[in-house]
């Protein structure tokens, strides 16, 4: 079995604040896209520190419970209006990077931002808290 790391509600906020200040140090954002189901608590911690009103979720899922799904049977499915260099796409992790990879197609101006970022996916993040291995993360929500 695969080793798992824990990461505790006050950890993942404490982390979350820490992408907040690299975001509060590069430019004005207006506008959060969380990718649901989790970019959605980093997303709301984002808009309240960085004071963004604007937000709107992107339903995506690239997983069956554990299993990854094909390319081709990835749903996605967003209403979020005009996504510009001033906006946040958020998840929680970028683990293969497949996620981003494919919403950049639709939002190449947007700057891509998670909390924590396997090696695999790094190339498709533009701004991230933590580096992680390659395990399988437990996050709180998760227990």
């Known amino acids: 079995m695969t080793k798992k790391i824990y990461i505790g509600w006050a950890e993942f906020h404490q982390h979350t604040k820490e992408l907040c200040q690299k975001l509060k140090s590069d430019k004005h954002y ?39 799904r094909k390319n081709e049977d990835i749903e ?17 992790l970028a683990d293969s990077g497949r996620t981003f990879e494919v919403l950049r197609k639709y939002y190449p101006k947007a700057t891509f931002v998670t909390v924590y970022v396997k090696e695999k996916g790094a190339a498709q993040v533009d701004v991230y808290a933590k580096d992680m291995p390659d395990e399988w993360i437990v996050f709180p929500w998760d227990i």
């Open 30 to 68: 207006n506008k959060i896209i969380a990718v649901s189901r989790g970019g959605l608590i980093p997303a709301g911690i984002l808009a309240y520190e960085l004071d963004i009103r604007n937000n709107e979720a992107i339903n995506f899922s690239s997983y069956d419970n554990d299993e990854k």
């Open 76 to 92: 996605f499915e967003a209403h979020v209006g005009e996504v510009d260099e001033n906006t946040l796409v958020v998840d929680d």
